[in-house]
T-cell receptor, first 115, second 113 residues
Framework: AQKITQTQPGMFVQEKEAVTLDCTYD???????LFWYKQPSSGEMIFLIY??????QNATEGRYSLNFQKARKSANLVISASQLGDSAMYFC????????????FGAGTRLFVKA | EAGVVQSPRYKIIEKKQPVAFWCNPI?????LYWYRQNLGQGPELLIR????????DSQLPKDRFSAERLKGVDSTLKIQPAELGDSAVYLC???????????FGPGTRLTVT
């Protein structure tokens, strides 16, 4: 079974609008962490935001926020006021404490921001 | 502060040839990771080092892949001999400690012909 599922292979958004990238996860751990990374065409993975499983508040970092719904096991990334430079691949990842802190990545969502 | 450095950025080799990738992590980062990213997929962990010790190499194809992290700083990942299916981007990442956010290098894009 997939540990991290990103159901949107590609997404389009108009510049200056908000967009939500979906991520669901599967774990039996009580303690885990969720990450989002951005991968532009240059290839480098850029850390965006982190949410711990015990965090009660949704994480926010500038224009990025993580909509964490623990009961539904979802950790969607919301990008507000999209910019052309946001066009990239976005990966959701989960780090499980059991099994030695292994981080597992989803297949990614390609975001296209239109002018 | 310098990020994770990898070299080379691109490598094209013929199958059955050896190849090596080098990674210099962020200064002070004790944990180093090597990932393989196939086209259209997310990265998959090959090996994780805590200082100079390989603590998770369960996904490393040990018949042809080897890695080392001498003195707990730089690391080298080697493939010998390379196969067509090894064509991928090899990413190196580091974190202060295991469990903290990982910072990635630009990757090495390997093409095996």
């Amino acid at each position: 079974a997939q540990k991290i599922t990103q159901t949107q292979p590609g997404m389009f958004v108009q510049e200056k609008e908000a967009v939500t990238l979906d991520c669901t996860y599967d774990t039996s751990d009580q303690s885990y962490g969720l990450f989002w990374y951005k991968q532009p065409s240059s290839g480098e993975m850029i850390f965006l935001i982190y949410q711990g499983s015990y965090d009660e508040q949704n994480a926010t970092e500038g224009r990025y926020s993580l909509n964490f719904q623990k009961a539904r096991k979802s950790a969607n990334l919301v990008i507000s006021a999209s910019q052309l430079g946001d066009s990239a691949m976005y990966f959701c990842a989960m780090r499980e404490y059991a099994g030695g802190f292994k981080t597992i990545f989803g297949a990614g969502t390609r975001l296209f921001v239109k002018a | 502060e310098a990020g994770v450095v990898q070299s080379p950025r691109y490598k094209i080799i013929e199958k059955k040839q050896p190849v090596a990738f080098w990674c210099n992590p962020i200064s002070g980062h004790n944990t180093l990771y090597w990932y393989r990213q196939n086209l259209g997929q997310g990265p998959e962990l090959l090996i994780r080092y805590e200082n100079e010790e390989a603590v998770d190499d369960s996904q490393l194809p040990k018949d042809r892949f080897s890695a080392e992290r001498l003195k707990g700083v730089d690391s080298t990942l080697k493939i010998q001999p390379a196969e067509l299916g090894d064509s991928a981007v090899y990413l190196c990442a580091s974190s202060i400690e295991t469990g903290f956010e990982q910072y990635f290098g630009p990757g090495t894009r390997l093409t095996v012909t």
